[in-house]
Nanobody
Framework: QVQLVESGGGLVQAGGSLRLSCTAS????????MGWFRQAPGKEREFVAA????????SYTDSVKGRFTISRDNAKNTVYLQMNSLKAEDTALYYC??????????????WGQGTQVTVSS
């Protein structure tokens, strides 16, 4: 089992930046691909970004390309999402997820409880 805890959310003005963190425990962190998802009120959960086991490959949804950067530090069991040039449309509950083969097949087995990001316009 893997436990994931997100942090770093908050309230920020449009155009500002936030960095989300997700720390894992329970299993070998480097065995898992990691992803970030988000869900706005009344909307379906959507994919945001993913990173492979050792950070050699990344993937982003079109709406965040050029603004968000996903990274990982396996020595600290932590994945980050750097969010720049934030827009009101980015307001959502952001979830961290882990999957044994998540980057390759899009399946994530473990999920955090989420951290709220609110962008004011």
């Amino acid at each position: 089992q893997v436990q994931l805890v997100e942090s770093g959310g908050g309230l920020v003005q449009a155009g500002g930046s936030l960095r989300l963190s997700c720390t894992a425990s329970g299993r070998t962190f480097s065995s898992y691909a990691m992803g970030w998802f988000r869900q706005a009120p009344g909307k379906e959960r959507e994919f945001v970004a993913a990173i492979s086991l050792y950070g050699s490959s990344t993937s982003y949804t079109d709406s965040v390309k050029g603004r968000f950067t996903i990274s990982r530090d396996n020595a600290k069991n932590t994945v980050y999402l750097q969010m720049n040039s934030l827009k009101a449309e980015d307001t959502a509950l952001y979830y961290c997820a882990a999957g044994l083969h998540g980057f390759a097949n899009g399946r994530y087995d473990y999920w955090g409880q989420g951290t709220q990001v609110t962008v004011s316009s």
